[in-house]
């Protein structure tokens, strides 16, 4: 089973087509699930990402209040014998991810996919923590996603890049200090 993770869309105004990489978007219509851990910003960009294949998602912190009384802040899900956990906001920073993985154990899970630090992160211990980083607003990275594969009991994770427009840190600083 092939699952593209996802986070951060930030998709304020057009449809999704008008700002994902379109190479990611020919992945996500292939894949056989799609998970996204929030900030979609809009109901219209999840309605389209249901649309366009299986999702399983939570809302984030900056998603319209439809999406935050539709969607879970945290969820548990079982594909193939393996759970994988979604968060919105589970790391305390891009270098500290003690939190996510305290988060993980919490929920139970395996896999724990979790967005809200904009860069893309895998780490594997005791279990796997997966930050797709994000697509349309990266910070400090390319526009990313995050393909996971399980396959005879096991699941293994990989970064995807993307061409497109790299969030340099004033740029990070200024999209942050524009949504407070």
Known sequence: MKIIALSDTHIKFGSIMDHLPGELVDILKKADLIIHSGDFVRKKAYDEFSGMNWLEAVHGNMDEPELKNMLPERKVIEIEGIKIGLIHQAALSLQDTIGARYMAKEMGVDVLVFGHIHKPVIEKSDVLLACPGSPTAPRLSDPSAIELVIEGGNISGKILTFEGTQC?????????????
């Open 168 to 180: 340099s840190a004033l740029e990070s600083a200024r999209f942050f200090r524009d949504r407070l």
